[in-house]
Each structure stands twice: as structure tokens, then as C-alpha cells.
């Protein structure tokens, strides 16, 4: 289940227990989402987003979206593209990612997607 703000997403629930839940933050080093980059399908993963093919036509500032592949709903904003640069054998890009701001969390909505 996924965790947002207004901006977007927060987090996804890890745990739940009666009236309480565990929320790993899309800041969190464990955590894997797959997001959109335009056309393009790849992970985001400790703020930056591999797995996306050298030919993908992306710029800095492009907006990124949940895929709804993993177990996130689709079109979530996550943040945007601030940097994109290639792997060390130039087949895939790198995305590095600025991600929504995450203080003053005062209230935040869980989407359960179904």
C-alpha cells in the first residue's frame, strides 16, 4: 500500500497491526519502486533509477510517476529527474532523482489500490 502527501509519494507500508502501521520512506536504502520516466520503465532505488535503456529520450526536470508494476499504484509523482548520466558500459542510463520533500509530514493518505 502505498503512502502520499499532497506532493506524492511518502512511503509504502511494510507492517500493519491493529491501529498502526510500519511505512518504509522512499528515502530508505532497502526500498525498490518501479517508477516512469516518460515512456520508460525502470527502479528507483536509493534516489537514483537504473534499468532504463541508453536510447530512452529523457531530460532533466521530466516528472516521475509510479509504474503500478510493483506493489505501488500507478501514477503517483515520486519527484524529478535532476541528473541523467550512463552506466559504466554505456547501455543503460542512470537517473538521478530529486524526490519530493519529505518535512512536515502532518497528514498523509494510504491508497490501498483496490
Given at each position: 500500500?502505498?503512502?502520499?502527501?499532497?506532493?506524492?509519494?511518502?512511503?509504502?507500508?511494510?507492517?500493519?497491526?491493529?491501529?498502526?502501521?510500519?511505512?518504509?520512506?522512499?528515502?530508505?536504502?532497502?526500498?525498490?519502486?518501479?517508477?516512469?520516466?516518460?515512456?520508460?520503465?525502470?527502479?528507483?532505488?536509493?534516489?537514483?533509477?537504473?534499468?532504463?535503456?541508453?536510447?530512452?529520450?529523457?531530460?532533466?526536470?521530466?516528472?516521475?510517476?509510479?509504474?503500478?508494476?510493483?506493489?505501488?499504484?500507478?501514477?503517483?509523482?515520486?519527484?524529478?529527474?535532476?541528473?541523467?548520466?550512463?552506466?559504466?558500459?554505456?547501455?543503460?542510463?542512470?537517473?538521478?532523482?530529486?524526490?519530493?520533500?519529505?518535512?512536515?509530514?502532518n497528514f498523509v493518505f494510504v491508497?490501498?489500490?483496490?
Amino acid at each position: 500500500m502505498a503512502v502520499i502527501n499532497s506532493k506524492g509519494l511518502v512511503g509504502v507500508i511494510s507492517k500493519t497491526f491493529s491501529h498502526t502501521s510500519y511505512v518504509d520512506l522512499i528515502t530508505n536504502g532497502d526500498l525498490s519502486i518501479s517508477v516512469k520516466v516518460n515512456n520508460s520503465y525502470g527502479i528507483l532505488k536509493n534516489g537514483h533509477i537504473t534499468n532504463i535503456v541508453n536510447y530512452s529520450d529523457i531530460d532533466e526536470g521530466t516528472p516521475i510517476y509510479t509504474s503500478g508494476l510493483t506493489k505501488v499504484v500507478e501514477g503517483i509523482k515520486v519527484g524529478d529527474v535532476r541528473k541523467v548520466s550512463l552506466d559504466k558500459y554505456q547501455l543503460e542510463k542512470i537517473i538521478d532523482v530529486d524526490i519530493i520533500p519529505l518535512e512536515n509530514l502532518n497528514f498523509v493518505f494510504v491508497i490501498t489500490g483496490d
